[in-house]
């Protein structure tokens, strides 16, 4: 059983930057890909970004545009999102997961393990 953390949420002014961090406990991960996925207030989870099991394969939500990078570091059992630019649309929870599988989902219903998320807010 993979258990998942995720910390960096918090108040944020458009514009700003800010990094989230999903730290894995358990089985390894680096068989794993890895996702995240948000969720504002009245929507439906929408898919983020992931990032293959190897770190050398990384795929963006629409809306991304260039403003957000996914990464990992195996070793230290990590993920990362670093997200520039940020808007007031960005604000949701932001949850991390994991897929037993390798190769890269964008679809939440491939993931089996999941974080309790962290929030992040967006004022402007």
């Known amino acids: 059983q993979v258990a998942l953390v995720e910390s960096g949420g918090g108040l944020v002014q458009a514009g700003d930057s800010m990094r989230l961090s999903c730290v894995a406990s358990?089985?390894?991960?680096?068989?794993?890909?890895m996702g995240w996925f948000r969720q504002a207030p009245g929507k439906e989870r929408e898919y983020v970004a992931a990032i293959n099991a190897y770190g050398d394969t990384t795929y963006y939500g629409g809306f991304v545009r260039g403003r957000f990078t996914i990464s990992r570091d195996n070793n230290k059992m990590t993920v990362y999102l670093e997200m520039n630019n940020l808007e007031l649309e960005d604000s949701a929870v932001y949850y991390c997961?994991?897929?037993?599988?390798?190769?890269?989902?964008?679809?939440?219903?491939?993931?089996?393990?999941w974080g309790q998320g962290t929030q992040v807010t967006v004022s402007n």
């Open positions: 997961a994991a897929d037993r599988r390798w190769s890269i989902s964008t679809t939440a219903a491939d993931y089996v393990y």
């Open positions: 358990g089985p390894t991960i680096s068989n794993y890909a």
